[in-house]
């Protein structure tokens, strides 16, 4: 069975603190993503990575950064975190092409105070 | 750019009653088109796809056929259960391998 994992389901953070979420794949999937999933806002594209050290812009890539140094792991980083990125935060892979199916994280819910 | 626009929500239903979700798309180029299904407390997981114009794609009762000419991908299902109350999106996949997703149609089904 396909898995996708993310290091924590929840997840409360001061703002100014550093923050890391880690997402992990199982199936060797080139293809790495990080949404935000908002209401009323559907899910937006935060970073995508389609293969090891490289990286893409999404459609809201401010005050967040990626790292992937494995092909099966792929890190969300908030600098300094802040209020507005109180949100649940979605990792998925997808192997190359458009016909694939792509595999989501059960997600972590971040809680910026 | 590519987007993806279906209904708002949320829709209530009563079970066994017929489900319809429309769901259109703006994109370039032949698209392949999903759609999704959450879960409370859970991440997205696929409920069907279909990847050329005509394709009906179909899974746990539930169906989407890729219409190129009216740009849709509407979600069926026949008879609804009280376990089907989840969040759908529709998504597609256009060029450059970008996921463009919906804004989610909350469904609940009441027994």
């Known amino acids: 069975d396909v898995k996708v994992t993310q290091s924590s389901r929840y997840l409360v953070k001061r703002t100014g603190e550093k923050v890391f979420l880690e997402c992990v794949q199982d199936?060797?999937?080139?293809?790495m993503f990080w949404y935000r999933q908002d209401p009323g806002l559907g899910l937006r594209l935060i970073y995508f990575?389609?293969?090891?050290?490289?990286?893409e812009k999404g459609d809201i890539p401010e005050g967040y950064s990626v790292s992937r140094e494995k092909k099966e792991r792929f890190s969300l980083i908030l600098e300094s975190a802040s209020t507005n990125q109180t949100s649940m935060y979605l990792c998925?892979?997808?192997?190359?092409?458009?016909?694939?199916?792509?595999?989501f994280g059960p997600g972590t819910r971040l809680t910026v105070l | 750019g590519d987007s993806v626009t279906q209904m708002e929500g949320p829709v209530t239903l009563s079970e066994e009653a017929f489900l319809t979700i429309n769901c259109t798309y703006t994109?370039?180029?032949?698209?392949?088109l999903f759609w999704y299904v959450q879960y409370p407390g859970e991440g997205l997981q696929l409920l069907l796809k279909?990847?050329?114009?005509?394709d009906k794609g179909s899974n746990k009762g539930f169906e989407a056929t890729y219409r190129k000419e009216t740009t849709s991908f509407h979600l069926e299902k026949g008879s609804v259960q009280v376990s089907d109350s989840a969040v759908y999106f529709c998504?597609?996949?256009?060029?450059?391998?970008?996921?463009?997703f919906g804004t989610g149609t909350k469904l609940q089904v009441i027994p």
């Open positions: 998925a892979s997808r192997q190359g092409t458009t016909t694939d199916t792509q595999y």
């Open positions: 199936m060797d999937h080139e293809n």
């Open positions: 990575s389609y293969d090891v050290k490289m990286k």
């Open positions: 994109a370039t180029g032949y698209p392949s």
């Open positions: 279909a990847t050329k114009a005509d």
């Open positions: 998504a597609l996949i256009g060029g450059y391998q970008k996921v463009t």
